[in-house]
């Protein structure tokens, strides 16, 4: 069974930062992809932010320059840094790995439960 558990969101002024951590556990035999998604109230999710295990990143075009993507690969986590919030921000984040349980079993996305992001202007 693997699972991912989110921490450290929560509410913030306009201009302020969070970091939002993220660590699987479980039965995991490899991790490739780790990121975050976001989704706000009546929208789709959306990307956030990607990494690899080999440390390449991506960005959604809105948080460019102001998020940072981070990955410990020996304790399976993930950290997001957000700086410069904006109320446009305010959304419930995913955690996302694409990992294998087991060496035989093929690559598969897993979720966390999300957490709050609320910024106020």
């Known amino acids: 069974q693997v699972q991912l558990v989110e921490s450290g969101g929560g509410l913030v002024q306009a201009g302020g930062s969070l970091r939002l951590s993220c660590v699987a556990s479980?039965?995991?035999?490899?991790?490739?992809?780790m990121g975050w998604y976001r989704q706000a109230p009546g929208k789709q999710r959306e990307l956030v932010a990607t990494?690899?295990?080999?440390?390449?990143?991506s960005f959604a075009d809105s948080v460019k320059g102001r998020f940072t993507i981070s990955r410990d690969n020996a304790k399976n986590t993930v950290t997001l840094q957000m700086n410069s919030l904006n109320p446009e921000d305010t959304a419930i984040y995913y955690c996302?790995?694409?990992?294998?349980?087991?060496?035989?079993?093929?690559?598969?996305?897993?979720w966390g439960q999300g957490t709050q992001v609320t910024v106020s202007s």
């Open positions: 996302n790995a694409q990992l294998k349980a087991t060496n035989w079993l093929p690559l598969r996305n897993y």
């Open positions: 479980g039965s995991i035999f490899s991790i490739n992809i």
């Open positions: 990494i690899s295990s080999g440390g390449s990143t």
